[in-house]
């Protein structure tokens, strides 16, 4: 009987080690996070962090310094971060010349109000030069590890400094220099679709890439009201609308929260204290994230489709299995339960981009007969104050469209 008693303890106990073991990472979860390896310089990207910084203060320099509190954090969730002092930051521009191009009298009023292009660009200055440095820079690679707590350069002084460059030309326009406006507006375009092809995170390509709508609009609304000739504009490059970079580092995010969460005795609540062993039973970070990769590896694909190849993919996409083993991995099985952004959205906007670069292109060869790069036999709908292409998914932000009561 004690022989037995042994025998179901030792067998007990290798079942219970035998279950506590973990998966190794997929050849496909290998391939996501070696995308992301993050690089260990950047002075595009620290300079941007620093954008904000006090006139007096070199950008670059305060950059470095935030970088480094940034970096802490990574290595402890609990550090408190020296933030630069919000009275030091320059004033960010704003007013309803700032507004935002969703609202819908924000274009019309950018070319309707009364201001002072000079007392504006005295005034910001400092922005101004520090947006042309930063144009500047040929690299730029996020040096921050994609975490929860990740901290971004403060992209919303890029945007204000762009809108400046966008009130430059549009008041050229109003002052009769057409042209000239214009060729601001294409230098403009040109800085921008630099930086947009080296932006390596989510959120700055798609801060980029709407930038680059704003000012195909305004180009847009001159071209209408004077008629001058102007240059085609080349769709987006691969390198501009990649978006496999920045999939990678949201699959890295969730990889490196995923492996937080192992052996921490605050799993299910903080304050907690979970024994590792136990949270082994039930929770294997690995076999987590190699549930969620086909996910990911389906956004890389995706976001390399042509317009008509997309179309067919909304039609006739199956949502991906995301499930792991609910015995050996039910916790993980439970946090692959929880619903993933729709980045299908994300990546439309890129198609939907070059859709409206298709009307921009055809505004002096009948814009109303030209074809749907989605649906070849359709025609642009034509509304009192736009006109747009449809396209598989909402465009919430009149991407695929143009405005055409602007200047009435």
């Known amino acids: 009987m004690k022989k037995i008693s042994i025998w179901i303890v030792i067998l007990l106990t290798t079942f219970l080690i035998m279950f506590m073991i973990d998966d190794e990472l997929t050849d496909e979860s290998k391939l996501l996070i070696k995308l992301t390896t993050t690089s260990s310089d950047s002075a595009a990207f620290v300079y941007a962090l620093g954008i904000f910084s006090a006139g007096t203060e070199e950008p670059g320099e305060v950059g470095s310094s935030l970088l480094e509190e940034y970096q802490k954090v990574e290595l402890d969730e609990h550090y408190l971060v020296n933030e630069y002092p919000e009275s030091k930051q320059l004033p960010l521009p704003n007013g309803e010349l700032f507004c935002n191009f969703r609202e819908e009298r924000c274009l019309k009023s950018l070319f309707s109000i009364d201001f002072d292009i000079d007392e504006l660009y005295q005034k910001h200055q400092v922005l101004i030069q520090r947006l042309d440095t930063f144009y500047s820079f040929t690299e730029y690679s996020t040096l921050t590890q994609p975490i929860l707590t990740e901290r971004f350069p403060p ?14 030309a549009i008041k050229m326009h109003r002052s009769g220099s057409s042209k000239q406006a214009m060729r601001i507006l294409n230098a403009q375009l040109s800085q921008l679709r630099h ?44 390198a501009e609308k990649t978006l496999s970079n920045a999939f990678a580092r949201e699959f890295a995010l969730h990889y490196n929260t995923f492996e937080s969460l192992d052996d921490n005795p605050e799993f299910f609540n903080r304050g907690g204290n979970v024994p590792a062993w136990v949270l082994r039973l039930i929770y294997k970070p690995n076999m987590t994230i190699n549930a969620i990769a086909p996910f990911f590896t389906r956004l ?7 317009h008509l190849q997309f179309v067919t993919e909304m039609r006739s996409a199956d949502s991906v299995d995301l499930s792991t083993s609910s015995i050996r991995n039910s916790a993980g099985n439970v946090l692959t339960s929880i619903a993933m952004p729709s980045f299908d959205h994300y990546i439309s906007r890129f198609l939907d ?4 670069l298709v009307l921009f292109n055809s505004l002096d060869r009948g814009i109303e007969t030209v074809a749907n790069p989605y649906y070849k036999h359709e025609l642009p709908i034509i509304y009192p104050n736009k006109i747009c292409f449809n396209g598989p998914l909402e465009d919430d932000h009149l991407i695929r469209c143009l405005r055409t009561d602007v200047l009435e």
């Open 155 to 168: 992209l919303r002084y890029i945007s204000a400094a762009m809108r400046l460059k966008l009130l430059s």
């Open 300 to 306: 890389n694909r995706v976001s390399g489709l042509s």
């Open 353 to 356: 981009f070059d859709a409206k």
């Open 195 to 238: 930086v947009l092809a080296r932006q390596d995170n989510l959120i700055g390509k798609i801060m980029f890439l709407m930038k680059l709508s704003e000012a195909v609009e305004v180009m847009s609304v001159i071209r209408q009201a004077s008629k001058i000739e102007v240059d085609k504009i080349a769709s987006l490059s691969v």
